[in-house]
């Protein structure tokens, strides 16, 4: 078919926007890295697919992701590996991918998900043709733990998130395991190389070992199979059935006949397996956060009288154990009254008392600090909260981080109109009656209550740790990644520019760049980092390495699993320690004022690196709508993100009054500034003359700066 001459000439209008666009995102920041590519996510040749959830395996490097929509899978990547595994027929893996990043192949394919999604009974092989599956969350086991009557190590058994929708409540899986052990390898079998490496699982082989055995091994073991099922490495290389490896020990049922309701209908809204868990500090035990947003109350059968039921919003909502050893399940903090968006629904993490006591209080230091987001019900709306599992029924919860201190942190008004992106030039833009009943928009008699919407006020969504016992958690809302360290200090270490950037590295390696200019919520403006967890990574040039923490998040915008660099707060050369280079380097961006660099510019990256508060969340948009209509372009910050309260969180890491930077203020800092108080030099002074206010002048502003900080040390 022949294309006209107008659509040629505006195709080619679009390739030359497209190619600019990618000229301006020539690199991505250097606190982020594409860890899994999105190529390697992709299931068989199908476009590139979101990634619904993903673990790391520290022993040999390996990631594993799972992907949303059709044609759904799980894959294993390994960014060492050079080369795909090679074992003899039949024992092969299926659907490699390699490229210079690493390779990746196949661990499970749509169709075993999906009768393990719809199984009544995985042992048995029985499932129902009506289900679907969604993997929202992958973690491995710490510690050894025994389940389902069979032993796992370390690292041996993942847990699965689901947060599908199937025909029964029984058949709605929350949770799942994944037996990852390798079969077929040297330790389960003394020769790899034997064509018949699938008989040690065999009960009628004199090689079969009962002590050494997938999950439920030989359920539906057949020759036959081999020839047709053919999973990947961890799946045993075709000798073992979807469920050999595959089980569950939680449904939607089984949290219905634990608040004493009778049997449920799902619904999708039962999202109670929305979010990946965390692990208890026992290992024994899972917590995880339902966010049940059902509207129609909750329905159920009654056991007796067989009525349907329906009353309550939010039946499942709150926060839960899980003994995956013993099966005991516990709802920690019952969350129903509250409603969207303001319930509890961050992917939480563990910090046990004697690592870090959040509370003040003297608990046993073995009990677990669960962190979670603020709700309307447990308080602190924007904030984080931390609930004590010492085995009460009611346990205690305590702040963490104060909402609204956050909120001031962050510089975010959510009570202003800008923050609801509400124009008095523009009707269009005035919240709707159904938002704000009872309270209409009236633009001539403004009143808060007219417009002010909690549920689009920012809220914690992922959260976890590193060894050193900081917490770090994305915000939606102000769209960075934060750390909160043990001292009590806030800081940005990824804002939101940084990840549209990323976004848009990160997603080019797929698709031509006119992919990027979707709506809000699919194209380069996701910021979301879900499923946040913590790895450590050398950093640096060969030889001056130096080991950091490194976050490790999925990119719904970029299709991949992405990383986030923590730096040392203030360390802008990443050198790993604090110079007069770097104070140089925040006085540079600081100084820049009003004069806001685009990303046409060489140093828009480094600019956005002096954001310590991440509130560089405005976008301009520079290519008109009436050029192209519905397409703009993201080319630059709509507003100042370097201000003075940059400087005040650059306080808290470089202390004023520190001339020389050797983490104390004293003597020597003293007469190093003395020599240059109230001179006049033909140049400006710098931090090592005494200007700590960065305002060009060494003056009593300074000393006094310097005279706080030596009675703090002196105290």
Request: negative net charge; hydrophobic residues 35%.
């Amino acid at each position: 078919m022949r294309m006209n001459g107008h659509k040629a000439l505006l195709l080619f209008a679009l390739c030359l926007l497209c190619s600019s666009a990618r000229l301006l995102y020539s690199a991505i920041p250097d606190n982020m890295a594409v860890l899994v590519p999105g190529y390697h996510v992709i299931y068989e040749n199908q476009q590139a697919r979101q990634v619904g959830s993903f673990v790391y395996r520290e022993s040999d490097g390996s990631f594993f992701t799972s992907s949303y929509g059709s044609d759904f899978a799980i894959r294993c990547f390994n960014p060492q590996q050079d080369s795909e595994p090679n074992y003899p027929d039949p024992y092969q893996v299926f659907n490699v991918k390699k490229d210079d990043s690493g390779v990746s192949w196949q661990c499970a394919d749509d169709a075993s998900l999906l009768k393990v999604a719809g199984s009544y009974n995985v042992v048995d092989g029985t499932y129902d043709t009506y289900a679907y599956s969604m993997i929202s969350g992958m973690v491995l086991n710490p510690k050894p733990v025994t389940v389902n009557g069979t032993f796992y190590d370390a690292g041996e058994l993942a847990i699965l998130s689901d947060s599908a929708e199937t025909r029964s409540a029984q058949t709605s899986k929350r949770i799942l395991t994944w037996d990852m052990r390798e079969i077929g390898a040297p330790t389960d079998n003394p020769d790899p190389n034997d064509p018949n490496v699938c008989a040690a699982f065999d009960p009628l082989s004199p090689q079969y070992d009962p002590e050494n055995l997938p999950d439920m091994a030989n359920a539906h073991y057949s020759y036959s199979l081999l020839d047709i099922q053919k999973f990947g490495k961890h799946f045993g290389y075709g000798c073992v059935n979807w469920n050999d490896t595959f089980n569950y020990i939680l449904t939607l049922q089984d949290m219905a006949w634990a608040l004493g309701v009778g049997y449920v209908l799902p619904t999708d809204d039962d999202r109670s397996g929305d979010k990946r868990v965390c692990f208890s500090t026992s290992g024994k035990k899972i917590y995880f956060s339902s966010k049940d947003s059902r509207n129609d109350g909750a329905c159920y059968i009654h056991p007796d009288t067989f009525e349907m039921i329906c009353n309550g919003e939010g039946t499942y909502t709150g926060i839960w154990s899980l003994d995956i050893e013993t099966k005991e399940l516990k709802r920690l903090f019952d969350d129903s009254d509250s409603q969207g968006a303001c319930i509890i629904s961050s992917e939480m993490d563990v910090l046990p008392v004697g690592r870090r006591n959040l509370t003040g209080l003297p608990y046993d230091d073995s009990v677990d600090q669960i962190l979670f987001d603020g709700s309307n019900i447990s308080g602190n709306l924007c904030g984080m909260n931390c609930l004590v599992d010492n085995g009460s029924d009611e346990p205690s919860i305590y702040p963490v981080i104060d909402g609204f201190d956050f909120l001031n942190f962050a510089e975010i008004d959510v009570y202003s109109l800008g923050y609801y992106k509400i124009d008095l030039n523009d009707p269009e833009t005035f919240p709707q009656h159904e938002v704000t009943e009872g309270f209409p928009f009236d633009p001539n008699n403004i009143c808060y209550e007219s417009y002010v919407n909690i549920e689009k006020w920012p809220k914690i969504w992922s959260i976890t740790t590193d060894k050193d016992n900081n917490i770090y958690f994305y915000i939606r809302g102000a769209y960075g990644v934060y750390r909160y360290d043990t001292a009590g200090r806030l800081i940005c270490i990824r804002n939101m520019p940084q990840t549209m950037t990323f976004n848009v590295d990160a997603y080019s390696e797929l698709y031509d760049c006119s992919s990027f200019l979707d709506d809000e919520q699919s194209g380069v403006y996701n910021c979301s980092s879900y499923r946040l967890a913590t790895r450590y990574i050398n950093y640096g040039p060969e030889g001056s390495q130096y080991e950091m923490p490194q976050l490790m998040f999925m990119s719904s915008a970029g299709k991949t699993v992405g990383g986030i660099n923590a730096f040392k707060p203030c360390d802008f050369d990443r050198d790993g320690i604090i110079t007069a280079a770097d104070v140089d380097f925040f006085e540079t961006q600081l100084k820049r004022g009003n004069d806001v660099p685009s990303c046409y510019d060489d140093d828009y990256l480094d600019y956005l690196k002096a954001d310590l508060n991440g509130s560089g969340r405005n976008v301009r948009y520079l290519v008109p709508e009436d050029t192209l209509p519905g397409r703009t372009d993201p080319v630059e910050l709509g507003n100042v993100a370097v201000t003075q309260k940059d400087v005040e969180v650059f306080y808290q890491f470089v202390t004023p009054g520190n001339i020389n930077l050797d983490d104390t203020v004293d003597m020597q800092d003293y007469l190093a500034f003395a020599a240059n108080f109230m001179t006049y030099p033909d140049s400006a002074p710098g931090w090592a003359e005494g200007d700590f206010d960065f305002d060009d002048d060494v003056d009593m502003d300074d000393l006094l700066l310097l005279v706080e900080s030596w009675l703090k040390y002196d105290d």
